[in-house]
C-alpha cells in the first residue's frame, strides 16, 4: 500500500509543479513517521524516500539509531534543553521559533563543532494553538541571529489552519513566501519553504514550497 501511496504522491507532486511552471525534482518530500513504527519506516526506505521528519525527540531516538543513514528532520516545537539531544542527529531543523533556542542551538553548535542547518518558524495564520513567530517580529528575529555563526538559516517553516478546502490555506503559504522573497539576502540565503501537508501539499506548491512534510497520505 505504502509504494502505491508513494506513487501517487509523486504524482500529484508533478501535477502542482506542473500547474505553478515549476521543476518537481526542487520539491522535497518528508515522510511524517511520528505515528509510525520501525517497518514503515523501513518500507518507506525502501521505496526510496530519504527524508523523515520527526517531532518528539525521545520517541524518535530508536528510529535515528536502527536507521542512520536516512536524513531526519525535527520538525515539532523544540525545547531549548533538548537542542543537545537534536542537533548531532538530525539533517534540519525545522522549528526555530524563539531566541532562547537559537542561543541554546548556537551552544550546542560550539560543544560539538557542528552547524544547525535551520528554518525559522513563523505563525502566518496567527492562530494561538501555533508556535512560531508573528511576520512582523521576523525581520527583528533574523537581525538578532545574524552573529550566531552556528546557525544556518535556511529558509522559513509554516504550518497552516486546517480546512475542509485546501484552497482557504493559500494566503498563509503565500504570505511566508512573500517574507522569504522579501528578507533573503546574502547574509541569509533562503533558499527553503517547508510548509504544506497532506491535506493541502498541493496548494503549498504552487505556491512556492520547496518541502513538503506528509505523513497519512503515505502511510495511511
Same mark, same amino acid.
Given at each position: 500500500m505504502l509504494a502505491d501511496n508513494y506513487k501517487k504522491l509523486l504524482e500529484n507532486?508533478?501535477? $502542482?509543479a506542473a500547474r505553478a511552471g515549476r521543476d518537481p525534482q526542487d520539491i522535497q518530500l518528508i515522510a511524517v513517521t511520528k505515528y509510525v513504527g520501525l517497518n514503515e519506516v523501513k518500507e518507506a526506505a525502501k521505496v526510496g524516500i530519504k527524508d523523515f521528519g520527526e517531532n518528539r525527540v525521545q520517541e $524518535?531516538?530508536?528510529?535515528?539509531?536502527?536507521? %542512520?543513514? #536516512?536524513?531526519w528532520h525535527f520538525i515539532g516545537h523544540l525545547q531549548s534543553n533538548k537542542a543537545k539531544d537534536v542537533? %548531532? =542527529? =538530525?539533517t534540519m531543523i525545522h522549528s526555530l521559533d524563539r531566541l532562547s533556542l537559537a542561543? $541554546?542551538?548556537?551552544r550546542c553548535g560550539e560543544r560539538f563543532n557542528l552547524t544547525a542547518n535551520? #528554518?525559522?518558524q513563523v505563525n502566518t495564520s496567527g492562530e494561538e494553538s501555533k508556535f512560531g513567530l508573528a511576520p512582523d517580529e521576523f525581520p527583528r528575529f533574523l537581525e538578532k541571529i545574524k552573529s550566531y555563526d552556528r546557525l544556518r538559516v535556511r529558509g522559513l517553516m509554516t504550518m497552516a489552519p486546517f480546512y475542509d478546502d485546501p484552497e482557504a490555506v493559500r494566503p498563509f503559504f503565500r504570505e511566508l513566501r512573500y517574507l522569504r522573497?522579501? =528578507? &533573503? &539576502?546574502?547574509e541569509f540565503d #533562503?533558499?527553503?519553504l517547508s510548509m504544506g501537508m497532506t491535506n493541502d501539499y498541493m496548494i503549498a506548491i504552487e505556491e512556492g514550497a520547496t518541502i513538503i512534510r506528509v505523513g497519512s497520505a503515505l502511510f495511511g
Open positions: 507532486i508533478e501535477v $502542482a $524518535a531516538d530508536e528510529k535515528i539509531k536502527q536507521f %542512520p543513514g #536516512l536524513n542537533l %548531532p =542527529y =538530525y542561543k $541554546a542551538l548556537q535551520v #528554518l525559522v522573497d522579501q =528578507y &533573503s &539576502s546574502n #533562503l533558499e527553503h
